[in-house]
T-cell receptor, first 113, second 114 residues
Framework: AQSVTQLDSQVPVFEEAPVELRCNYS??????LFWYVQYPNQGLQLLLK??????LVKGINGFEAEFNKSQTSFHLRKPSVHISDTAEYFC???????????FGRGTSLIVHP | DAGVTQSPTHLIKTRGQQVTLRCSPK?????VSWYQQALGQGPQFIFQ???????QRGNFPDRFSGHQFPNYSSELNVNALLLGDSALYLC?????????????FGQGTRLTVV
C-alpha cells in the first residue's frame, strides 16, 4: 500500500524568499504524484501532477516539483513566494491505474511580510 | 462548468443522529470519491463510486454508507453520529472512462456533531 510523508508540518518564510516543501512516498509499483493547495475553509485545488515523462513538473501560481524515483521524493518549490501563498499544501500519491490518491498530513506554508 | 458542488456547506447535528451529504460531480465525470478531513489532518479516503456501485472502501465503519445515482451525483450517509465524526467532508470527481486519474474536489461540507 502506498503512503506519503510530508516532512514539515509548518514552514515559515518571508515574502519573496524561495521555499521548498518536502514530500516522500512509499509504493511498490509505479505511481502518480500530486500537490494540492487548500486555502482556509475551502476544498483542495490541484497545483501540479506527475504522471510520466519529464521529472520536472511545472504547475500553477509559479510552483514546480521534481520527481526523484531513487529517493522516492516529490518536493514542491517556488523561487519567490507571496503573502497570498499562505495556505495548507498536501502531497498525494496514487498507484498506477488507481483513481484514489492517498494524502500526506499537510504542510502549512506561512508567508510573513 | 460549475465544477464539483457539495451541499450543504455547513451542518450541525446531535450525537446519535443521521446525516446525508450530497455531491454533484464535475460535468463529464463519472466517478465520485468521498474523503473525511479532520482538523489539522490530510483527507482520509472513505469510499469511491463508479457505475452506481461502491468500488473501493477505506478504513471506515459501516455507519458510513453511500449511493451514486444514474446522473453520477452521489450521497454520503452517516448513521449514529459520534463526536469524532466532526470533520470537513470532501467529495472528489474524476473521469474513469477517459483514464483520467486527476481528482477535482468540491468545497466540502463542514459537519459538526455536538
Amino acid at each position: 500500500a502506498q503512503s506519503v510523508t510530508q516532512l514539515d508540518s509548518q514552514v515559515p518564510v518571508f515574502e519573496e524568499a524561495p521555499v521548498e516543501l518536502r514530500c516522500n512516498y512509499s509504493s511498490s509499483v509505479s505511481v502518480y504524484l500530486f500537490w494540492y493547495v487548500q486555502y482556509p475553509n475551502q476544498g483542495l485545488q490541484l497545483l501540479l501532477k506527475y504522471l510520466s515523462g519529464s521529472t520536472l513538473v511545472k504547475g500553477i501560481n509559479g510552483f514546480e516539483a521534481e520527481f526523484n524515483k531513487s529517493q522516492t521524493s516529490f518536493h514542491l518549490r517556488k523561487p519567490s513566494v507571496h503573502i497570498s501563498d499562505t495556505a495548507e499544501y498536501f502531497c498525494a500519491v496514487s498507484e498506477g491505474g488507481s483513481y484514489i490518491p492517498t494524502f500526506g498530513r499537510g504542510t502549512s506554508l506561512i508567508v510573513h511580510p | 462548468d460549475a465544477g464539483v458542488t457539495q451541499s450543504p456547506t455547513h451542518l450541525i447535528k446531535t450525537r446519535g443522529q443521521q446525516v446525508t451529504l450530497r455531491c454533484s460531480p464535475k460535468s463529464g465525470h463519472d466517478t465520485v470519491s468521498w474523503y473525511q478531513q479532520a482538523l489539522g489532518q490530510g483527507p482520509q479516503f472513505i469510499f469511491q463510486y463508479y457505475e452506481e456501485e461502491e468500488r473501493q472502501r477505506g478504513n471506515f465503519p459501516d455507519r458510513f454508507s453511500g449511493h451514486q445515482f444514474p446522473n453520477y451525483s452521489s450521497e454520503l450517509n452517516v448513521n449514529a453520529l459520534l463526536l469524532g465524526d466532526s470533520a470537513l467532508y470532501l467529495c472528489a470527481s474524476s473521469d474513469r472512462r477517459q483514464g483520467n486519474t486527476e481528482a477535482f474536489f468540491g468545497q466540502g461540507t463542514r459537519l459538526t456533531v455536538v
